[in-house]
């Protein structure tokens, strides 16, 4: 498979209202042997996870990852950190969670990767022929958790803690080697899906994904940013305010309102004083690309009218989630035959091969699992503390590795430029995790159906709660008034976002469990 990314891109004004790329000068771009900026060729821990991964089996994994290089770079430090760092797991130990994790979604790249890595860390091999049962008491118990996770992790809860951990109990563990393999389960849990919702369909026949790539135009976090300064510069335009008025990032709204969001806010670009590059009052064009309410140009318009709405009531905001809630539930579950035809091979590394994801709102026991409030257990604060608690440098690396994909942005949606898409980035996370139950009290849901065309939430949770079930046909169906690159960055979020759900969930238990 080969990535093109524009080495320098050109803009053309268009009736001097908003800019669109020019794709004349796209030429190729390796991710990972061309020369990226000084800064991070003398960044010695780069340089050196980026040799390890030259003849990687993962390739495709990191030349599709590599087109938001921020990302990539926050990535490999983790996904390093996890496999190769201190910690109390033994490195057969690691690898061999990670094909568990990997097996829940099926993901063949991930589950035959880690095979070849537990072996060379001196594994047995009666763990890979016999699965489950060939492995201790301790790994074994895992895989109830495991499955949990994956796939309702609203459903842990302290007893699962209090019961893996209990002393005196065959395969036990102590309470800081099962925060780190949550982390690992979580960590595989999100790279299956990124893999098997992204990954494949760019990948799709070796021919035609070199075709389409090739002549698709990307955005380039080092290229586009340092050799166009205007890119670089240009902020992103609020209808509110008046051509030739500055208007920075900093003005952009908060991630959330809740307490601790700070940690999420990016950091402010310098402000300027161009023309507004967007006519937020023009009606759309709608000839031919996408569906009418999936068009850039509309979406753009919908946001800025978003922007200057009124304040809705704590009980709208509760009416409108619930309505989110409830319509995610009608929306198909991706092709369900591949749920009863894993491998044998995979079948082996789970508890409960037909253990599935069902709709939060269709969820047996609600009293007992209700809604997860963010404003009683968030990351910034609660998960974040409790994790570095554990582990201090892996939190770290976490909490900026979920910002980064949060807060990546190039300015650009399809071929507008200069355009703040935090507001579709937000609606994109919220619905993800509300996927999962989990709600944000001062965020307005009836957002996710404004900004989310139905066949872009569809695939969403396909790829969130399913991602087995992908399809290229729907894939290719989706976001195709945006870059590719943009359509990638989404599939980011769901990953992230599922990554973060379950530790939340994780967390809370353990939490619960240190207080009881």
């Known amino acids: 498979?080969?990535?093109?990314?524009?080495?320098?891109?050109?803009?053309?004004?268009?009736?001097?209202?908003?800019?669109?790329?020019?794709?004349?000068?796209?030429?190729?771009?390796?991710?990972?042997?061309?020369?990226?900026?000084?800064?991070?060729?003398?960044?010695?821990?780069?340089?050196?996870?980026?040799?390890?991964?030259?003849?990687?089996?993962?390739?495709?994994?990191?030349?599709?990852?590599?087109?938001?290089?921020?990302?990539?770079?926050?990535?490999?430090?983790?996904?390093?950190?996890?496999?190769?760092?201190?910690?109390?797991?033994?490195?057969?130990?690691?690898?061999?969670?990670?094909?568990?994790?990997?097996s829940c979604h099926s993901c063949s790249p991930l589950v035959e990767n880690h095979k070849v890595e537990m072996m060379s860390a001196g594994g047995s091999v009666d763990w890979l022929e016999q699965g489950l049962g060939g492995v201790s008491t301790k790994l074994q118990r895992l895989g109830e958790?495991?499955?949990?996770?994956?796939?309702?992790?609203?459903?842990?809860?302290?007893?699962?803690?209090?019961?893996?951990?209990?002393?005196g109990t065959p395969g036990n563990w102590s309470?800081?080697?099962?925060?780190?393999?949550?982390?690992?389960?979580?960590?595989?849990?999100?790279?299956?899906?990124?893999?098997?919702?992204c990954v494949s369909m760019e990948d799709g026949s070796a021919k035609s994904a070199s075709t389409k790539l090739e002549n698709s135009p990307r955005i380039s976090p080092n290229h586009d940013m340092i050799k166009n300064p205007r890119l670089n510069s240009s902020a992103p335009f609020d209808c509110s305010s008046p051509p030739g008025e500055s208007v920075g990032w900093s003005n952009s709204?908060?991630?959330?309102?809740?307490?601790?969001?700070?940690?999420?806010?990016?950091?402010?670009?310098?402000?300027?004083?161009?023309?507004?590059?967007?006519?937020?009052?023009?009606?759309?064009?709608?000839?031919?690309?996408?569906?009418?309410?999936?068009?850039?140009?509309?979406?753009?318009?919908?946001?800025?009218?978003?922007?200057?709405?009124?304040?809705?009531?704590?009980?709208?905001?509760?009416?409108?989630?619930?309505?989110?809630?409830?319509?995610?539930?009608?929306i198909g579950r991706g092709d369900q035959t591949s749920l009863n035809h894993l491998r044998p091979d995979i079948r082996k590394y789970l508890v409960d091969p037909d253990f599935a994801y069902v709709d939060f709102a269709q969820r047996d026991r609600k009293n007992e699992f209700p809604t997860f409030r963010v404003q009683d257990y968030n990351w910034d604060e609660e998960g974040f503390s409790l994790m570095s608690r554990f582990y201090d440098d892996i939190a770290q690396l976490l909490d900026d590795k979920f910002k980064t994909a949060y807060n990546l942005t190039y300015g650009t949606m399809g071929r507008l430029?200069?355009?703040?898409?935090?507001?579709?980035?937000?609606?994109?996370?919220?619905?993800?995790?509300?996927?999962?139950?989990?709600?944000?009290?001062?965020?307005?849901?009836?957002?996710?159906?404004?900004?989310?065309?139905r066949s872009l939430k569809k695939y969403i949770k396909t790829a969130a709660c399913y991602p087995e079930r992908c399809h290229q046909e729907e894939y290719s169906a989706i976001m195709t008034d945006f870059l590719p690159s943009e359509k990638i960055h989404v599939c980011l979020l769901v990953a992230e976002a599922k990554f973060q759900s379950e530790l939340l969930y994780a967390l809370r238990a353990v939490a619960t469990h240190f207080r009881s």
């Open 1 to 102: 498979m080969t990535l093109t990314l524009p080495m320098d891109v050109h803009h053309t004004e268009v009736g001097a209202r908003y800019t669109v790329l020019d794709e004349d000068s796209l030429g190729p771009f390796d991710p990972l042997t061309s020369e990226f900026d000084q800064m991070e060729e003398e960044d010695p821990e780069y340089l050196e996870l980026l040799s390890q991964l030259a003849n990687h089996e993962l390739h495709s994994s990191w030349e599709v990852m590599s087109q938001h290089k921020p990302y990539f770079i926050s990535f490999l430090k983790t996904h390093s950190m996890l496999l190769k760092g201190d910690g109390p797991l033994a490195a057969p130990l690691r690898h061999y969670i990670a094909i568990m994790a990997a």
């Open 145 to 167: 958790i495991n499955k949990i996770l994956a796939h309702q992790p609203w459903t842990i809860t302290h007893s699962h803690i209090e019961a893996i951990t209990r002393s």
């Open 175 to 197: 309470l800081s080697e099962l925060v780190y393999a949550i982390v690992l389960m979580a960590h595989f849990h999100s790279f299956s899906s990124f893999i098997e919702s």
């Open 417 to 453: 430029t200069a355009v703040d898409t935090s507001m579709f980035r937000q609606a994109t996370w919220n619905y993800i995790q509300c996927l999962y139950g989990i709600r944000w009290d001062d965020y307005d849901y009836a957002e996710v159906n404004d900004l989310l065309h």
């Open 253 to 330: 709204p908060k991630r959330h309102g809740h307490k601790g969001s700070k940690r999420w806010k990016g950091q402010s670009l310098p402000d300027t004083s161009l023309v507004p590059p967007y006519d937020c009052t023009s009606q759309p064009k709608i000839n031919g690309g996408s569906p009418g309410a999936d068009r850039v140009d509309s979406l753009v318009q919908k946001m800025q009218l978003l922007r200057s709405k009124p304040e809705v009531d704590s009980d709208e905001l509760e009416a409108h989630f619930a309505k989110v809630e409830r319509t995610s539930a009608e």
